[in-house]
Nanobody, 123 residues
Framework: QVQLVESGGGLVQTGGSLRLSCAASGRMWSDNSMGWYRQAPGEQRELVAAMTSDGITNYADSAKGRFTISRDNPKNTVYLQMNSLKPEDTAVYYC?????????????????WGQGTQVTVSS
């Protein structure tokens, strides 16, 4: 089993910055993707940014140019540096880790979530 623990959320003003951290524990497949999703009140959970273990990144359009995802693989930790924050960034941010492994005839998806950390951007 894998556990993901987020930290770094808080309250900031428009234009401010936050850095989120997510530490993973337990056994993970070495080829994986870790990332950040967010969910605002009344909205569906959406991808913010993700990064594979070999360095491929994927960003939501709203995050491009403002947010940066990074990983420290020896520490099993993923970060999200958020700059130029806007009120519409207000949400609960969830860490995610996932991978697929198994025989080609029966490949299984492994998908884990953290507990979430609140980010609030005031105007």
């Amino acid at each position: 089993q894998v556990q993901l623990v987020e930290s770094g959320g808080g309250l900031v003003q428009t234009g401010g910055s936050l850095r989120l951290s997510c530490a993973a524990s337990g056994r993970m497949w070495s080829d994986n993707s870790m990332g950040w999703y967010r969910q605002a009140p009344g909205e569906q959970r959406e991808l913010v940014a993700a990064m594979t273990s070999d360095g491929i990144t994927n960003y939501a359009d709203s995050a491009k140019g403002r947010f940066t995802i990074s990983r420290d693989n020896p520490k099993n930790t993923v970060y999200l540096q958020m700059n130029s924050l806007k009120p519409e960034d207000t949400a609960v941010y969830y860490c995610n880790a996932r991978w697929r492994w198994g025989p080609v005839e029966d490949t299984r998806e492994y998908n884990y979530w953290g507990q979430g950390t609140q980010v609030t951007v005031s105007s």
